[in-house]
């Protein structure tokens, strides 16, 4: 029963995603910046303050005993030969001689077989999941793609049609971007079996979130076939859609911290949390786990 309680409490947390600001409450943001955002909302370049340090000034007697939670997970997972560090995955690019995939769910395109795979394993333990999602990502010239091939017993829960609904609080996949690697901000992405969209632009400062739903980056492609055996999601990502990009388009050797998730429900109570860089608890907006995406030849 503890371990049931603590887990639908983690799932509580995971479907907190934070304060959520509006296009008003940006323009009213005025605080001198520590650093700067180049945020592309509407085209417009709009500042954001820095958030505070997540351990700044007083350390409360409940980060406090957070910290010494996760170092013990840690130590944990890594007695038993985990990885210590963050992956990292080295993305191909395209050959130009190859079709682009063409976004429509199946992968079956010839572009697919020059893709990095990976899988997502149980994000606090790395353990196998019940239920398997391999990760596929690649690149060209205009646009970052990546496929979530998932496994499923043909109890897919999905119910939400609407745009930036709360589509985390069913089963879905979840990407997240941090162009410029500063582990405070990052686009949100995802998409659910009925290949509903959400995408959104986060400021974290590891203890706060704030949730920017207003952004809507339309060029963004995502399609989803469902199948006997699971469900597939395609997606075809321009690069002129991001901000805080080091270059547009990346070169080779350019790294973007990025993690990639699923939330699975098969059983609602035990809800499956899966990821491709592990976070070491079940929290997804822990920054400091997500991996190293290259851009490779
Ligand atoms: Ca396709
Ligand atoms: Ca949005």
Redesign the pocket.
């Known amino acids: 029963m503890l371990v049931r309680s603590h887990q639908q409490a983690d799932a509580a947390q995971e479907s907190k995603k934070g304060e959520e600001l509006n296009e008003g409450l940006l323009r009213i943001i005025t605080r001198p910046l520590r650093f700067p955002v180049d945020f592309p909302y509407n085209g417009r370049r709009t500042a954001f303050p820095s958030p505070p340090h997540p351990y700044g000034k007083s350390l409360s007697v409940s980060h406090a005993l957070g910290i010494v939670a996760r170092l013990a997970v840690g130590i944990a997972a890594r007695a038993d030969g985990l990885p210590k560090e963050p992956l990292s995955i080295v993305c191909p690019r395209l050959p130009a001689s190859v079709p682009l ?9 010839p572009a ?1 077989s020059h893709a990095v795979h990976a899988p997502l394993l149980n994000t606090a333990t790395t353990q196998s999941p019940v239920l398997p999602t391999r990760l596929s990502l690649l690149w060209d010239d205009a646009n970052l793609y990546a496929a979530f091939d998932c496994a499923d017993d043909g109890n897919v829960n999905a119910t939400m049609t609407q745009h930036d609904a709360n589509l985390w609080e069913e089963e879905v996949v979840e990407l997240f971007i941090d162009t410029d690697g500063n582990l405070r901000t990052y686009y949100e992405f995802q998409v659910n079996p009925l290949n509903t969209f959400f995408d959104a632009y986060l400021i974290n400062s590891g203890s706060k979130r704030w949730l920017l739903r207003d952004l809507d980056l339309d060029e963004i492609e995502h ?1 989803v076939a469902t199948h006997e055996k699971g469900w597939r999601v ?1 997606m075809k990502m321009p690069f002129e859609e991001f901000g805080e990009c080091p270059r547009i388009p990346p070169v080779v050797g350019d790294k973007w911290r990025v993690n990639f998730y699923r939330i699975d429900r098969n059983d609602p109570k035990r809800p499956e949390l899966t990821s491709w860089s592990p976070t070491w608890n079940r929290n997804y907006h822990r920054t400091e786990a997500f991996g190293t995406l290259v851009f490779g030849d």
Do not use: F, K, M
């Open positions: 995939p063409v976004i429509d769910g199946d992968l079956s395109d697919w399609a395609e």
